[in-house]
């Protein structure tokens, strides 16, 4: 079992950065592909980015391609998504999830677990 926990939300204005963090619990951190969620007010949650358990493949939606950087550290068992210029479209909350090898990156239904999330607000 793998226990998440999402940081590094906050309020930024348009243009802006924020780099979230996901920590992940146990010793089998390398045994999943790692995914980040965002549900808006009122919207299902989406994908947002995902990286396959070696860092050797990644996968963005195309309304943060060129703007969100995703990265894994497997000897620190943590995920993290870089978000350049941002948009008051990213205001969402940030969820952090976790897939078994094999699984689609982009599926959202093979993510097995899942953080608390992590308030994103842009200001316009």
């Known amino acids: 079992q793998v226990q998440l926990a999402e940081s590094g939300g906050g309020l930024v204005q348009a243009g802006g950065s924020l780099r979230l963090s996901c920590a992940a619990s146990?010793?089998?951190?390398?045994?999943?592909?790692m995914g980040w969620f965002r549900q808006a007010p009122g919207k299902e949650r989406e994908f947002v980015s995902a990286i396959s358990w070696d860092g050797g493949n990644t996968a963005y939606a195309d309304s943060v391609k060129g703007r969100f950087t995703i990265s894994r550290d497997n000897a620190k068992n943590t995920v993290a998504l870089q978000m350049n210029s941002l948009k008051p479209e990213d205001t969402a909350i940030y969820y952090c999830a976790a897939a078994l090898i094999g699984s689609t990156l982009t599926t959202q239904r093979h993510y097995r677990y899942w953080g608390q999330g992590t308030q994103v607000t842009v200001s316009s």
């Open positions: 146990g010793r089998t951190f390398d045994s999943y592909n």
